[in-house]
């Protein structure tokens, strides 16, 4: 039995070993980021412990490009993007869960298909489309392919044919029309699904880049990673200094956001069901 | 819950202007997403295909009807299938890794190992990192000599080598960095999936002297199915849409070696401004994406075990 | 719906007033202007100086000016905002995007603009390196602004630890080698220092021209509507950049990355490299030992390609926007500007009689190395340039580097390029 217990605890040993290693690995990337945006540049390959810390990269950073105007547009355009969703995602799902109407599987269907057709790879066709709207170089031409989430609907839909038909039926003989019923009893039920929809929705969006790469041209309308990669990729040689500070300076809400908010995070996707 | 009380079911039939109206309310809700759906994944879909038979209009003419041409182009270009095969290994190789990379870290953080916010912490980081931002720190990592990895390689005496630039290894480098993106982000779904299996299952296989492997065999992983499906479906579409860190750390090179599909078509549709071969090139890769949906869904939706 | 008559007219008439009140005061024309980030430096605010400094001397103009990122993003965005409808007045594009642009229908030749025989003579001031580039068809495309050469840097400490004379750099091709060969160190099986490298990323073809230049070969025709990757002397080119690794082995193997050759010449990775003049001020900052900077190497002949942003002009302006633009751009092409702008960035002043400037004489005698990519100048040629030119540059861009990494032979690589251009400019001849 001892020897099974201590095998066990080799094992367990081992394991956590592992599990600590693969951390490690994993967050070196970003500790690298910190590492070379708080050294000079002659110290951004060696990593020597006496090497002196400066502010300078991210001061450097923060006047090459108008960091502060992108990370305006990039507010505007997930905020637009998230209360687009979430309204256009809730008449949706809840036309879908609890209304039958001719062709309402089908329409289903189709809708599950941007699943897999994504905007990302539609590019050329509705950059023709944005074109031809004149509504090119804005934030809501950035916005508008993802305004109508499949997921977002196909996770609302779940959600909301799980609430127990009682509540509904009892808000509508209190005289509720359908559109009351859905706010009073359908949404404040879906809370954690919301929730949960929100932060991937938010974080895709922030970290977008292909398609507000094409369709954005001025500093207007540029979202962060557009910003960046433009910043980033002078011809003349890459300073990673000055590159990994404006990274660190351009994933810092959402890193911040997240370290305050991890527990809520991991819980609302646990709320939500999503399994 | 706003003074409603839960009445009993009796049956109350919906007011008549209500069952009538229903099936108007039905598509009057689901109006506004359907238009944005037909504008911007449908109809360009179907416009992708359509301008798949037609050239490209230039200035100074407009687009003729060309028939199989352009599939025929691309049929002889050998970037397209570099770019197709690249692709298959790519997916092939990300997907997998990324999802029992990111079942292991769900694993070790709902287990009982030391330090597992921390843990948690560090795994989930790169998902709210820009993959652009961060490809060009990978940049760093895999330039040679002062690079972080042929550092570390060297404390070993294994001789610095030209990752990015080698074309052996360059779509290597860029799978790494796609699983390192991902696993993280996948990994928190399979957490909330663990936290509900209940721990009594694990208490009366531990009686029954099943080995963990078995459980997690037998138990734990097909009550994981739908997770599993849900992520795979998640991966699938990462590794046909994400190409930012092609654009930062190699642009398709070295020779096509790291060409994926989608960035190809941002090559040929933004670059050449080909439009009409970058539409028979979408047209492949939604063909690809559709099979492989439907793959999913049929093979997969079969060992779905629901509890 | 409840507004009276009388308020109603109010309104119409206001707006009436406010109408007429703009069309007064828009006398001020405002101009767009596109430009890309290319080397070192706060470029951003030089600019925007040079902006603010015409917008003071010209009051009635307003230029805004827009960054876009590497020329190639400049070249997307410029061409994506004309396909749209609503084109940058003024970009700053490569040379090599003129027959693109011209066949794209987006870009105006400034030909009518020089009427008087002063703009005449201004037209007549750039560097004829860099109009080669700039013309076609008897008409002037684009205006030389920020234009460049490929130098070659090399590390004095370097060379003096190897036992090389730290003041003279190899000349031609066999004294490369042999300066490479002493200057490559070896721990084991790792190299420590190359003794040369030749960057291969993001657009070979252009370090590739400061070899076959050297073989007197070129590699288009000046319509830009035929190429020549499979002569013999083109094919021994590549031949020898491949034998740099293979051979000599004193230069990487694979695709050497352009963005990181820098900092590889800065760590001591490398002893000598080959970039553009644009460097300059970026290595002078930061190479913690003494440089040099040199002329390419020279073999058969000598030289090297020219490269660079000119000024175009894009369709769709009315005449008072054109003759606007064309104010500005002659502003930012004087002989003053043009030397402060080459002393503040390391691109080539575009025109001679800047190089007399009391600024640029001082800034020469201060720092002998600015003048090494002017006196390259008469021996430099046009930078590849052809109808759809970035399908043709790809062609032999995956060439060269299908050659580099031993995938092809030097011959099959070019032979394969030149089949893939010749297919491409079919339609154009």
Redesign the interface.
């Known amino acids: 039995m001892s020897a099974l217990q201590a095998s066990g605890r080799g094992a367990a040993a081992l394991e956590t070993a592992g599990a600590w290693l693969l951390a490690l690995i994993w967050i070196l990337p970003l500790a690298y980021a910190l590492w070379a945006a708080i050294h000079p540049s002659a110290y951004s390959a060696h990593f020597v412990p006496s090497a002196p810390l400066t502010l300078e990269n991210f001061a450097r950073a923060w006047n090459a490009a108008p960091f502060a105007r992108y990370f305006l547009n990039t507010f505007l355009l997930v905020t637009m993007i998230l209360a687009a969703q979430l309204v256009l995602c809730t008449l949706a799902a809840y036309a879908f869960a609890r209304f039958s109407f001719r062709g309402r599987d089908l329409a289903f269907v189709l809708v599950l298909l941007q699943l897999m057709i994504m905007p990302d790879v539609l590019i050329v066709e509705n950059y023709r489309t944005m074109s031809a709207l004149g509504i090119v170089d804005t934030i809501p031409a950035i916005g508008l392919p993802y305004m109508a989430s499949a997921f977002g609907i196909f996770l609302l839909r779940q959600t909301f044919k799980s609430v127990p038909r009682e509540l509904d039926e009892a808000a509508r003989v209190e005289g509720a029309g359908p559109l009351a019923v859905l706010l009073k009893v359908y949404v404040p039920l879906a809370k954690p699904v919301y929730i949960a929809y929100g932060l991937v929705s938010v974080s895709y969006h922030w970290n977008n880049f292909l398609w507000p790469l094409i369709v954005t041209n001025s500093v207007n309308t540029r979202p962060l990673t557009v910003g960046l990669q433009i910043f980033a990729s002078t011809d003349q040689g890459i300073d990673w200094s000055v590159i990994t500070a404006a990274t660190l300076m351009t994933s810092a809400p959402l890193l911040v956001a997240f370290l305050l908010f991890q527990r809520q995070f991991v819980q609302s996707f646990m709320r939500a069901g999503i399994r | ?2 003074g ?6 009796a049956a ?1 039939a ?2 008549p202007r ?1 069952r009538f109206a ?2 108007i ?3 009057l ?2 109006l ?6 037909a ?7 179907v ?2 295909i359509v ?1 798949s038979f037609y050239s490209t209009p ?3 003419r407009a687009a003729i009807f060309v028939g199989a041409d352009n599939y025929q182009a691309m049929l002889g270009d050998p ?1 397209f299938w570099r770019a197709l095969s690249n692709n298959i290994v790519y997916a092939g190789c990300v997907i997998p890794l990324t999802i029992a ?1 990111a079942l ?2 769900a694993l ?1 953080v709902n287990g ?4 597992r ?18 490809a ?6 895999y ?6 990895l042929d550092q570390l390689l ?1 404390l070993f ?1 294994i ?2 080598h ?1 990752w ?4 052996h290894t360059a779509l290597i480098c860029l799978i790494a960095v796609a699983v ?1 993106k991902d696993a ?1 982000f996948f990994m ?2 399979y ?3 663990l ?2 299996v209940s721990p009594q299952l694990a208490e009366a296989a531990a009686i029954e002297g099943a080995s963990r492997w078995y459980f997690f065999r037998r138990v734990t992983f097909p009550l ?1 199915m ?2 599993t499906l ?1 992520v795979l ?1 998640n991966a699938v ?1 990462n590794a ?2 994400l ?2 860190h092609i ?2 750390m ?2 398709g ?4 070696a790291t060409a994926l599909i ?1 960035f190809y ?3 040929v ?7 009409a071969y ?2 028979t090139l ?1 047209v492949v ?2 063909i690809l ?2 099979l ?2 439907l793959g999913q869904f049929l093979i997969l939706d079969r060992r779905i075990h629901y509890q | 719906m409840g507004y009276s008559k009388t308020k109603w007219l109010a309104a119409l008439a206001g707006a009436a007033m406010l109408a007429l009140t703009t069309a007064a005061m828009a006398k001020d024309i405002t101009l767009s202007f596109y430009y890309p980030i290319a080397v070192g430096g706060p470029i951003p605010k030089i600019i925007d100086g040079y902006v603010a400094d015409f917008e003071k001397e010209n009051p009635g103009i307003k230029i805004k000016a827009i960054y876009a990122g590497t020329y190639q993003d400049t070249l997307v965005k410029a061409l994506t905002a004309f396909k749209s409808g609503e084109p940058p007045n003024i970009a700053v594009l490569l040379s090599t995007d003129m027959f693109t642009l011209i066949d794209e229908d987006a870009v105006a030749p400034f030909d009518d603009l020089l009427k008087t025989d002063a703009d005449k003579a201004w037209a007549k001031s750039f560097y004829p390196a860099f109009m080669a580039n700039s013309q076609t068809g008897g008409k002037i495309w684009g205006i030389p602004f920020q234009r460049s050469t490929i130098v070659m840097y090399w590390n004095k400490d370097a060379f003096k630890a190897a036992g090389l004379d730290p003041d003279k750099a190899p000349d031609t091709w066999d004294e490369l080698v042999a300066a490479g060969k002493k200057l490559t160190q070896r721990d084991g099986a790792n190299v420590t220092q190359w003794g040369i490298e030749i960057p291969s990323s993001g657009f070979p073809y252009w370090l590739f021209q400061g070899l076959t230049t050297a073989n007197k070969v070129l590699l288009m025709n000046e319509a830009g509507t035929q190429t020549a990757f499979d002569k013999p002397g083109v094919v021994a080119a590549l031949q020898f950049w491949v034998d740099l690794s293979k051979k000599y082995g004193i230069h990487p193997a694979g695709t050497v990355e352009w963005g990181t050759t820098p900092k590889d010449f800065f760590e001591k990775k490398t002893a000598m490299m080959w970039t553009t003049t644009g460097n300059l001020t970026n290595v002078r900052k930061n190479a913690p030992f003494p440089f040099g900077v040199a002329m390419l190497p020279a073999h058969e002949g000598r030289g090297s390609p020219t490269g660079g942003g000119n000024f175009y002009f894009f369709k769709k302006m009315s005449s008072e926007e054109r003759a606007a633009a064309f104010k500005f751009v002659k502003w930012m092409t004087t002989p003053e500007r043009a030397a402060d702008w080459g002393i503040q960035t390391g691109y080539v002043a575009v025109r001679p009689d800047a190089w007399d400037t009391e600024a640029m004489k001082k800034y020469v005698a201060d720092f002998p190395a600015a003048a090494v990519a002017r006196d390259q100048l008469k021996y430099a040629v046009a930078e590849l340039s052809t109808h759809d030119n970035q399908r043709v540059t790809k062609a032999l861009n995956d060439g060269i580097q299908a050659a580099l990494a031993g995938t092809k032979t030097p011959e099959q690589a070019m032979k394969d390029a030149q089949a893939e251009a010749v297919r491409i400019l079919k339609s154009y001849q």
Do not use: C
């Open positions: 819950m706003h409603l009380e839960p009445k009993t079911a109350v919906p007011p209500l229903a099936p309310h039905g598509w809700l689901l506004p997403a359907a238009v944005l759906l504008t911007f994944t449908h109809y360009p879909a416009a992708t301008d230039k200035a100074r970037v990379l292991a870290m070790w009982k190992i030391a330090g916010p921390l843990l948690r912490l560090s795994f989930f980081t790169p998902t709210v990192l820009p993959m652009i931002a961060v060009n720190i990978w940049l760093f990592f330039a040679p000599g002062y690079g972080l060297g005496g001789p610095s030209n990015l630039g080698d074309q390192w993280g928190i779904f957490l909330a999936a936290q509900q994981l739908p997770t849900f479906v579409i046909f849409r190409i930012d654009v930062v190699t642009q090179g070295p020779d096509n989608l078509i941002y090559e549709g933004f670059k050449f401004w080909d439009t970058a539409a979408t890769l939604l994406l559709a492989l949906a």
